[in-house]
Structure formats: structure tokens, C-alpha cells
């Protein structure tokens, strides 16, 4: 690894004639940590595994097509995953004062060993009001400088459940009288949206209640309103290291792409059709498995709704580019079924090659981009998507429009819900269209 330091050598290596143990790079231990908080029977033999053939000196341990490696993502992904999930949707309620601190009160059921690792995240959000973010493996308490994380032994714990009682409503904090529903606020500020249900393991629905604090709101407000047009950051460049090392220049088109391991277990690449100067470009994540069989972008469920989507919006289909971040379909075989699985960064930063070509030949006045990591791609991992619905992105010389993925809606149960979904990427559409014909 360029300029790593060494994490530590074999004892006894200096001046011995023993070989040192290979240095292993900070970013290989970071991600070691982040698999540790996976819950599953293998957690450590996999970790093990993992150091030990990279000790060897099998650097293909850490490829997406190792199976180890892909492992390993898989779990750094969830993990990471469910912590924004816990920072974004963990209910916090106020106490009575007369009880005492902490002031705050928050209950999550993880599937993971996340409290720690989430915890220094709260702390520098709640600023200096008093919290205890409960478990069922254990709790973490803020005084409002100092952090105490409590997880008991396993006895403990069962104990710990067992007296429980069966009155007990999950993510209510036990109080006189059930307060301040501070998500209300929170969200109402944080994504200028309706409360969308989750799953009971972040809360049961609360009563409306006393808006958020002043103090806290201005830390979670959103940037501008929804019409305001806001700039980002540029891109952060990629950092390279021995793990991730600088990826290959492709010497073909894009049927022969091999910069990631995508393309051993897809049909095809799928690239994107439309006008050769389409006013507004669409970026998706990824074909899916209609998508992956037909080579053609949007062909499938995904597809229809879109259709419907554009429809209300007043566009055709005809008139707009459409591609997808990455080319190729990732997918994963759940109960005898291929399901669709979220690229990584790094495939994603593989096909970033193939976009910018798209881009620089296309040349849209607009970007709608569909879903999390349509927008990372042309914005960086540091745009978050529901921090920016609703608005336009300025970037790079860009006009950029966030909206939903089509099959968010295609998940959703809720009739209401989805049809809010529907309306809401017709409206980004809609926007896009008019600074389409603002800047011609």
C-alpha cells in the first residue's frame, strides 16, 4: 500500500532472520471492523480468513468475484446500510423533566452490533441535549460531553428480556405521558416530506407533538427550499491504494468492458439509447433482469411505470437519453430467484468511465437521475438523496434532478403511498423539463 504505515510486524522479525508479517493497510482494518458488527455464525472465521490469505499475499481475496471478498462487501454494505437506517429513522421522545436526564429517549432493534458504531454519529447530531439510545443488546448514554456504552453479557441480556413486560411498546420511552414526538419535526425539516412508514424495530407511530427544538432544527434543517437550485462539492477524487488499486483503461467498447467483475455474471452490457443531443438525460442504477436479457434500458417493470411516470409529467420517452450508472445487472440468488443487489462504489466508479462518455457526447441541459446511486455517480458518495428531493443540483457545470427510483414504488405496498411516489418523480420530471426549456 503507497505510504502505509504499518500496523504492527511479527515479534522478534527485526534482526532474527525471521520475515516480517506483511503491513496491513489501515483501510483493509477498517473495513475488517465494519464486517465485525455482522451478525452471523461465521463472523470471525470470515474476518480471519480474509487477513490470513491477505497475509499470504493473495490480494484477489479482496476482488468482488472472490468469494470471501464478495462476502465481505456484502456485509460491509449491510452494515452500512442499516447504520444510516438507524441514524436516519431511530425515534428519540422527551422525558419529563422531572425525571431527570437524559432528555431524550430512543429505542432501535438492530440485526447487527451497530450501537457503537453509531453512537459518536448521535453525539455530534444532538449537540449538547442529554439521550440514551436503548437495544435489545444493550444502551448508550450521552451527558452531553461524555458517552457511556453499556452492553451486558449474554445472561445478562436474556435476563434482561425475560423481565420485560408484555406491556412494553417498542420504540415508546417510558414516561407519564408520551411527549414530544421529535421525528415529527425532524423530518419534516430534514426532507420537506410526510412521515413514510418503517418498520416497527424504529418506532410505533407516536402521537403528533411540540415541534423541535430551535437549536436542532437549524442543524437538520434542508439546505434551500424546494425550488432553490443548490450547489454541491465537487466530485472527491478516488483514492487508490493496495486494495483498490487504479482500475484498468478499457481498449474496446463498452461489450467488452472488463473494469469490475460484473460482467462475468451478466448477459450483456446495456447502454443507453436516445437522441444523439437529448435536451434531458435519465440515469438509472442498473438493468434489471428484463433489461439484462433484451439489452435494452428501462424495458421492464421498471420501465412501464416510467412510462406512466413521463406520462404525467407531459414527456415521451422518445424525446430523452436513458442509460444507468452502471451497465451491467448485479444480482444474487435468493430462494432459487435472481434479486437485484445495490452495486458497490467501486463497481460503480468502474462504469464512471463509460457515463462521462455519455455525457460529454450527449451533452444534456438536464440530469434526472433515478434513486441513491444514479446521483452518487455523477455527484460523489457524499450527496445524500433525501437531503436533495424536491430540488436542483448544481454540479460541474450540471443541472442536476434527483427523484425516486421507479421501483421504490414498485415495492411499496401502500396504494397512497406509492401513488405520492409516482407523483413525486413526476413533478422532478416536470422541473427538469422546464430548466430544460429555461436554458435552451
Known amino acids: 500500500m503507497p ?81 444510516e437506517d438507524l441514524l436516519t429513522l431511530t425515534l428519540f421522545r422527551r422525558r419529563d423533566p422531572s425525571m431527570g436526564w437524559p432528555e431524550f429517549v430512543g429505542w432501535y432493534e438492530p440485526h447487527h452490533d451497530l450501537l457503537a458504531r453509531a453512537a459518536a454519529r448521535f453525539a455530534a447530531r444532538m449537540g449538547d441535549s442529554t439521550w440514551m439510545l436503548a437495544t435489545p443488546h444493550g444502551a448508550v448514554f450521552w451527558n452531553g460531553m461524555l458517552m457511556r ?59 403528533a407533538g411540540p415541534p423541535l427544538p430551535a437549536r436542532l432544527a437549524r442543524e437538520r434543517s434542508r439546505l434551500g427550499a424546494q425550488s432553490a437550485t443548490v450547489t454541491v462539492p465537487s466530485t472527491p477524487p478516488i483514492e487508490y491504494s493496495a486494495m ?38 435519465v440515469v438509472g442504477e442498473q438493468p434489471g433482469e428484463h433489461e439484462n436479457q433484451h439489452g435494452e434500458p428501462f424495458t421492464g417493470p421498471d420501465g412501464q411505470l416510467l412510462d406512466a ?62 434513486g441513491a446511486t444514479a446521483l452518487e455517480a455523477l455527484t460523489g458518495p457524499h450527496v445524500n438523496l433525501s437531503e436533495y428531493l424536491g430540488q436542483t443540483i448544481a454540479h460541474d457545470g450540471r443541472l442536476i434532478v434527483p427523484a425516486w427510483h421507479p421501483s421504490y414504488a414498485l415495492r411499496t405496498a401502500d396504494a397512497g403511498l406509492r401513488d405520492d411516489i409516482e407523483a413525486s418523480i413526476a413533478a422532478a420530471f416536470s422541473r427538469a423539463a422546464a430548466l430544460a426549456g429555461d436554458v435552451a
Open 3 to 83: 505510504n502505509a504505515e504499518p500496523v504492527g510486524t511479527a515479534a522478534g522479525s527485526v534482526g532474527t532472520g525471521m520475515s516480517a508479517t506483511p503491513a496491513i493497510p489501515r483501510e483493509l482494518l477498517s473495513w475488517l471492523k465494519t464486517a465485525a458488527c455482522f451478525r452471523a455464525p461465521d463472523r470471525w472465521s470470515l474476518l480471519y480468513r480474509v487477513l490470513w490469505r491477505w497475509t499470504r499475499g493473495e490480494r484477489t481475496v479482496l476482488d468482488l468475484g472472490d468469494p470471501d471478498g464478495s462476502l465481505l462487501d456484502q456485509r460491509i454494505r449491510a452494515i452500512e446500510h442499516e447504520t
Open 309 to 370: 411516470v413521463l406520462a404525467r409529467a407531459g414527456l415521451k420517452r422518445e424525446a430523452l437519453y436513458l442509460t444507468y450508472a452502471v451497465k451491467h445487472y448485479k444480482w444474487e440468488t435468493l430462494d432459487q430467484q435472481r434479486v437485484h443487489r445495490t452495486p458497490a462504489r467501486r463497481e460503480v466508479e468502474a462504469c464512471q468511465y463509460w457515463l462521462e462518455k455519455e455525457l460529454a457526447r450527449i451533452a444534456p441541459r438536464v440530469v434526472v437521475t433515478l
Open 149 to 207: 456504552i453499556d452492553q451486558p453479557a449474554a445472561e445478562e441480556h436474556e435476563q434482561a428480556t425475560q423481565a420485560l413486560p408484555a406491556s412494553v411498546m417498542t420504540g415508546e420511552a417510558v414516561t407519564s405521558t408520551p411527549t414530544e414526538a421529535l421525528w415529527l419535526a425532524y423530518y419534516a425539516n430534514a426532507f420537506n416530506a410526510a412521515p413514510l412508514p418503517v418498520p416497527l424495530r424504529y418506532w410505533r407511530m407516536p402521537p
Open 244 to 281: 483498490t488499486p487504479p482500475l484498468i483503461e478499457p481498449t474496446g467498447p463498452l461489450a467488452t468492458c472488463r473494469r469490475c467483475a460484473l460482467w462475468r455474471n451478466a448477459k450483456q452490457a446495456v447502454a443507453g439509447v436516445g437522441p444523439a443531443h437529448a435536451a434531458i438525460m
